[in-house]
Each structure stands twice: as C-alpha cells, then as structure tokens.
C-alpha cells in the first residue's frame, strides 16, 4: 500500500498561527492550533475514510522547529486520495464559529 502526504498548514489560510522564529513562539500553543485546526477539517469534511488520517507534523526550519497538519493517505486508495485532494483544496480558510448552546 503506497502512501504519501499532503501539507495542509498549522492553521485555516486566513487566520493567524504561531511563528517560528519570534520571541513569542509557543509550541504548546501551535500544537492546540494544530489540532483545533483538524477538528475544523473534520468537521467541515467529514472524517477520514479508511486509509486516510489528519495528523500533526515536526518540520525543521532555520528558526526552530514548526508544526503543520497534514494529510497523509493511500494512494492506491480513490477515496482516501479523493478526501486527501478535499483537504487540500476545501479545507475551511477560518475558523468555524463554536457551536451556540441553547439556554433551557
């Protein structure tokens, strides 16, 4: 089963992230970034299919170390390299807004 992974970015494309590099970097804080962010293409999307998973990603860098979600999937798999490409191109550019609860 081939695999490959596709980079989708630490946060939605509009939004601000955390910057490796400045004096005010926060890995903890680009991880929650990271993950708020594979909750919103999970729901935005939908779940992964079998033989595709959203995950977190170390990257080296001349400034440190950043975070970044990606996708990684089957490519022998149309579903999952379908949803991968959805991810890529359809991924929500801001963050949801968080779900309103309703006063009883």
């Known amino acids: 089963m081939p695999r490959d992974y596709m980079h989708i970015g ?3 494309a509009d939004e601000p992230c955390q910057q490796v590099g400045t ?22 999307l939908g779940p992964e299919p079998e033989g595709a998973h959203l995950s977190i990603k170390s ?8 975070l970044e979600v990606v ?13 991968a490409y959805r991810c890529e191109s359809d991924a929500p550019t801001t963050w949801p807004e968080e779900p309103r609860t309703v006063a009883a």
């Open 10 to 12: 630490p946060t939605p």
């Open 71 to 83: 996708i990684n999937y089957d490519t022998d798999d149309e579903e999952a390299t379908k949803y």
């Open 23 to 44: 004096p005010d970097y926060d890995p903890i804080k680009a991880r929650q970034e990271c993950n708020r962010f594979i909750a919103a293409i999970r729901q935005t």
């Open 59 to 66: 990257n080296s860098h001349d400034f440190g170390t950043y």
